[in-house]
């Protein structure tokens, strides 16, 4: 008999803290009732992402809730690029944010990333003043590398470059100041780029509201194609009228 009674101390020694240790984890473990966020957002409100955040704490509870599985579910929100997730006695939950930066417009529906990588940017509108990029659905960073090298190439002109293009086939195609539009086609683009530049200082940039297309898809020269029945504007080595079909040479 005496030796139960101590077998059964011992185990009411064992036993007492586990269902103390349960009881206060359901004590502490409460349901969500605030979320906070913090960071430095210059795109978007802080009342904008805890709405969005708010679905996925909706019945999560203090201490039970999965901190890692909640940050992965919040950067499917596509203006986060970082998130870290916090506990905060006694009921609270905050999520410190790093938006994403938004370089240029791709394909009409998404945003690019300072990497070149796109997000979505709605329900919110699209920051104004971006370039407007395009290409095949995972060229989105080598559109982006090429912006770049074309903007440093063409800041001696003065000109914004507004728009780029590469089309399905590989044929690249740009647009400066809101207005004419550069054909640079699928090959030799250092040395076309190079023609554009000295054409453009030359005597086409002087008359820039007047062009329609410049196509640099020629061994030699430019063909220059006007808006309406404007002249006088450059040398080409084609009818500057002419229209060309094949924009992949």
Do not use: C
């Amino acid at each position: 008999m005496q030796r139960r009674n101590v077998w059964l101390g011992l185990l009411l020694l064992v036993l007492l803290p586990v269902a103390g240790g349960r009881a206060l984890w359901l004590w502490l473990d409460t349901p969500v009732e605030r979320v906070s966020v913090r960071g430095e957002l210059d795109y978007v409100s802080a009342d904008y992402l805890r709405d969005q955040l708010a679905p996925l704490v909706r019945d999560a509870r203090w201490l039970s809730v999965d901190l890692e599985h909640l940050r992965q579910s919040a950067l499917d929100i596509g203006w986060l690029k970082q998130v870290r997730v916090s506990r905060q006695w006694p009921d609270s939950l905050t999520f410190e944010l790093v938006e994403q930066t938004p370089v240029a417009r791709w394909n009409d529906d998404w945003l690019l990333n300072t990497r070149g990588r796109p997000f979505a940017f709605a329900p919110l509108p699209a920051p104004a003043g971006l370039p407007d990029l395009a290409g095949p659905d995972d060229s989105s960073r080598e559109v982006w590398a090429y912006y770049q090298t074309l903007e440093d190439r063409l800041g001696a002109l003065d000109v914004t470059l507004d728009q780029l293009r590469l089309e399905a086939r590989g044929a690249w195609r740009l647009q400066v100041d809101d207005g004419a539009w550069a054909m640079l086609g699928r090959r030799q683009h250092p040395a076309r780029l190079k023609r554009l530049i000295a054409a453009w200082q030359g005597e086409l940039g002087r008359h820039a509201q007047a062009i329609r297309y410049i196509d640099l898809r020629y061994p030699n020269g430019v063909a220059v194609a006007w808006h309406g029945d404007s002249q006088g504007a450059g040398k080409s080595s084609e009818d500057p009228r002419e229209s060309l079909s094949d924009a992949s040479r």
